[in-house]
């Protein structure tokens, strides 16, 4: 089986740019992952410097906790995404945790944030169905939302 990595460059020149002159007015760029866990992501700080920011648009990121997000922070970013699942099963092979533990990384990441004038948008995986888990309770996610 053949193994195929984009370089950054790539990924910032041929996707995120050519989106930014086509008028997209957000463009979620990447993702500040542990690369242990997902290595095709551990060139997210070189796809950051690379992007020809365009003023009309934004570069949201992924961030899955606190230090993804103060890593985020070196690459001048305006707005990240926190992002969890309705389903346990998702959330654990997701992002490695249980629903409530992703709740409580919540707290740190979006305080900092706001704290330093970085626009915050949250994410539910899996609102409908899951693939890992056929039943599911909805009530953890749905009272972290209205919290917030």
């Known amino acids: 089986k053949e193994t195929i990595t984009k370089s950054s460059g790539i990924n910032a020149e041929y996707g995120i740019d050519k989106l930014s002159e086509c008028g997209f007015r957000t463009i979620e760029s990447t993702s500040f992952v542990s690369p242990k866990w997902v290595p095709q992501l551990a060139d997210c700080k070189d796809v950051m410097a690379k992007i020809k920011r365009n003023p009309n648009t934004v570069y949201p990121v992924l961030v899955p906790n606190l230090k993804g ?68 309770r909805h009530e953890p996610w749905a009272e972290f939302l209205r919290s917030y």
């Open 69 to 136: 997000l103060e890593n985020a922070m070196t690459c001048n970013i305006t707005e990240i995404g926190i992002f969890t699942a309705a389903s346990e099963a998702f959330c654990k092979k997701n992002i490695n945790c249980s629903i409530d533990e992703s709740f409580e990384r919540f707290a740190p990441t979006i305080h900092t944030a706001r704290e330093n004038g970085i626009n915050v948008r949250g994410y539910v995986s899996c609102i409908v169905r899951c693939p890992y888990q056929v039943q599911y």
